[in-house]
């Protein structure tokens, strides 16, 4: 049987931000063929794995991201995605998730370990506390870095200090808008 993977799913600057001073997003340079590749590959995943940061950020646009008449065909198409899809919501001060969610209080390896067993597609973590959680408990599999061509100067790092991670880059891909895959194992 073939066993899920937990793969970090993150947008970062060249150096090394997935969240600019202020929590300024605005520098990711997401356009139509590089969320339409979002879109193709999430559609296959089992559950996105979210900290409480990231779902909020999520749970505020995306359930009426395809009403919006300023919403872009890809974006319209990943608002059902997100709304469809399960998520586990790992947060100790969340009271109630919706949009077809679970919370769970704390990251346990062993039911994340119980999860990766389920049978069904790879599951993508999105935040960088909770990534940096998993990756203390050996549960990151694969990291799917979409590097952009911009320096952000400050904000919040992927990786916090004394992090150490030895990775296999196993693919890259370039967008047309300057963003690179990388994807490490």
Known sequence: MRVRKVIVWM????????????????????????????????????????????????ADFWPTADRDPASTAPMREYAGIWRDMPKIVYSRSLDRV??????????????????????????TLG???????????????????????VVVGGGRSLFPAGTTLDLELTETRRFGNGVTLLHYR
């Open 98 to 123: 919706a949009w077809n969610s679970t919370l769970v209080p704390e990251v346990v390896p062993e039911q994340v370990r119980a999860l990766k067993e389920q049978p069904g597609g790879d599951l």
């Open 127 to 149: 935040g960088a506390e909770l990534a940096a959680a998993f990756a203390r408990h050996g549960l990151v599999d694969e990291w799917r870095l979409y590097l952009h061509p």
């Open 11 to 58: 947008s970062i600057s060249l150096d090394g931000f997935f969240e600019g001073p202020g929590g300024n997003l605005s520098w990711h340079r997401v356009d139509d063929e590089l969320h339409q590749h979002f879109n193709d590959e999430l559609r296959g995943m089992s559950a996105f794995l979210h900290g409480r940061r990231t779902y909020e950020l999520m």
